[in-house]
Nanobody, 115 residues
Framework: QVQLVESGGGLVQPGGSLRLSCAASGITGRIDGMGWYRQVPGKKRELVAL???????LYGESTKVRFTISRDNAMNTVYLQMSSLKPEDTAVYYC?????????WGQGTQVTVSS
């Protein structure tokens, strides 16, 4: 059974930092892209960042300067370091893992940026 366990969300003040983690288990095939998306009520889920097995990275337009994605292939874990957080970064953040053309999603973790 595939499981993606996310952690690290919470409440942070504007300008602060958070680090999200997502550990994948139960995936028997090769893990390809690993990434993060976010969603606010009433809006489409949007890309935050993706990383390939070789380390190539793709960022969403609003996050490419302030966020850094990384992965530990041995641990099947992907991280998202978020800095200089803004109130508009408030959303539910979802981890996604692709393996053998199948996409697996985490349950989501809430990030709230507020003073």
């Amino acid at each position: 059974q595939v499981q993606l366990v996310e952690s690290g969300g919470g409440l942070v003040q504007p300008g602060g930092s958070l680090r999200l983690s997502c550990a994948a288990s139960g995936i028997t095939g090769r893990i390809d892209g690993m990434g993060w998306y976010r969603q606010v009520p009433g809006k489409k889920r949007e890309l935050v960042a993706l990383v390939t097995p070789s380390g190539a990275r793709l960022y969403g337009e609003s996050t490419k300067v302030r966020f850094t994605i990384s992965r530990d292939n041995a641990m099947n874990t992907v991280y998202l370091q978020m800095s200089s957080l803004k109130p508009e970064d408030t959303a539910v953040y979802y981890c996604k893992v692709r393996s053998n053309d199948d996409d697996y999603w985490g349950q989501g973790t809430q990030v709230t940026v507020s003073s």
